[in-house]
């Protein structure tokens, strides 16, 4: 092992616990406010987690590759490096009592060496189950939760033949490393088997049976190291384009479907002995069948919703799981929509700048909040920013979002 990652003082190398640690009167370990928290991964997600985390005491460190990322506005220090540059990992992992993801697209060969070092939530095989979805599909299928039918499409593989066996419709996927939609198409007839083809020669590939769903749902559940589990209210999501568009919280589905969802997302957190935050996204067929699509160990996107409509929101009970700390109630103050702002709604003109989105329509509208990323430069499909409306039912919220949209 490089002299970079050797012992730090207060560490007991045994357990990787700081002195600043105690242990909690129901088991595992209680990281005390005041200790400093590390985020791997500095988007809006970790801009979030370290809000949270400050708001109740602790000190963030962000570790990130691009310079100016948003959670560095807020963070305590940010280590900008490469994520497979180990002595700036080493020194971040020493700096924190707890490292935590705030996406899953961080190379997990890295982590291993730092896990000594620190207390690394979730662990670093979870991750590594999670940014793959050759992986996760099969443990899936392993430990008998309910998912699509899948097939596995080596490098330079017979894609055709995966697709035979699964048949069509289907959906092509990159193995590793893909979200919104990326590194994904339909495939349908010939034609688009042969472009399939042509995309992901030289890749390792999932082709997906397409499923006919009544909507997508998704379950974010939060574990603590002693073992208790709380989820918040199921999310009914809509997408365009592949991006989240709307979160729609409480789901307009059966009670049964919600109470089957969340008891399928509260075993999966187990089985993987997840600490921290598990999102868990779902079909639900034509047939009233939940289908596991993907699973990811860190806030999501549907959770922004918890900002202003739960008692506790998906960032604090982040914190709260990884230090520990006794879990928040995750219940519905107020049914709520949170709706995406992407690059998008920037209007580029021919005669002068950019014209920014309306933020007056929101900003005066009273059960409505905004909440924006401190990102620079808009771009067509990124994530600048969300709202969230509040109202007496999820359609109301829905019809009162889709109308503060359009006038964004």
């Not at 075993?267 to 034509?286: C, H, K, T, Y």
Request: net charge neutral.
């Amino acid at each position: 092992m490089p002299s970079e990652f050797g012992s730090r003082p207060g560490v007991e190398m045994k357990t990787g616990l700081p002195r600043a640690t105690r242990r909690c009167q129901i088991g595992g370990y209680m990281i005390l406010p005041g200790s400093t928290l590390g985020v791997l991964g500095g988007g809006q997600l970790g801009r979030m987690f370290a809000q949270a985390a400050q708001s109740l005491g602790y000190r963030v460190h962000v570790f990130e590759p691009a310079p100016d990322c948003p959670a560095s506005a807020v963070a305590n220090r940010t280590f900008t490096a490469d994520y497979r540059n180990e002595a700036e990992l080493a020194a971040f992992a020493r700096s924190c009592a707890a490292v935590t993801y705030e996406f899953e697209n961080v190379p997990v060969e890295p982590l291993w060496k730092i896990e000594p070092l620190t207390r690394l939530l979730p662990h670093s095989s979870v991750l590594e189950t999670c940014q793959n979805r050759l992986r996760e599909k099969m443990w899936l299928k392993k430990q008998g939760f309910p998912h699509v039918t899948f097939a596995e499409v080596e490098v330079n593989g017979d894609l055709a033949a995966a697709v035979r066996r699964v048949g069509l419709p289907c959906v092509v996927k990159t193995a590793d490393f893909g979200y919104d939609g990326k590194g994904q198409r339909k495939v349908s007839d010939e034609a688009t088997l042969q472009a399939a083809a042509v995309a992901f020669a030289g890749t390792r590939a999932v082709v997906e049976r397409y499923v006919d769903f009544k909507c997508e749902l998704s379950v974010i559940v939060a574990r603590t190291e002693a073992g208790e589990a709380r989820c918040f209210p199921v999310a009914e999501n809509i997408h365009t384009k592949h991006i989240l568009d709307f979160s729609i919280v409480p789901a307009r589905v059966p009670a049964a479907v919600a109470k089957e969802a969340e008891d399928l997302a509260l075993a999966i957190a187990d089985r993987l002995q997840v600490v921290g935050l598990l999102a868990v996204e779902l079909f639900l067929s034509d047939r009233g069948e939940l289908m596991v699509n993907e699973l990811a160990p860190r806030p999501h996107n549907s959770g922004h919703w918890s900002l202003d409509g739960a008692r506790t929101s998906q960032f604090e009970q982040h914190v709260r799981a990884v230090c520990g700390l006794p879990l928040g109630d995750a219940t519905v103050r107020e049914p709520a929509v949170m709706v995406n702002i992407l690059g998008d709604a920037w209007k580029p003109t021919s005669a002068g700048p950019t014209v920014v989105p309306n933020w007056s329509a929101v900003l005066g509208t009273a059960d409505a909040k905004l909440h924006l990323y401190g990102k620079g430069e808009p771009r067509i499909g990124r994530k600048m920013g969300h709202f969230t409306v509040l109202a007496r039912t999820p359609d109301a919220a829905l019809e009162a979002a889709r109308a503060l949209k359009a006038r964004l």
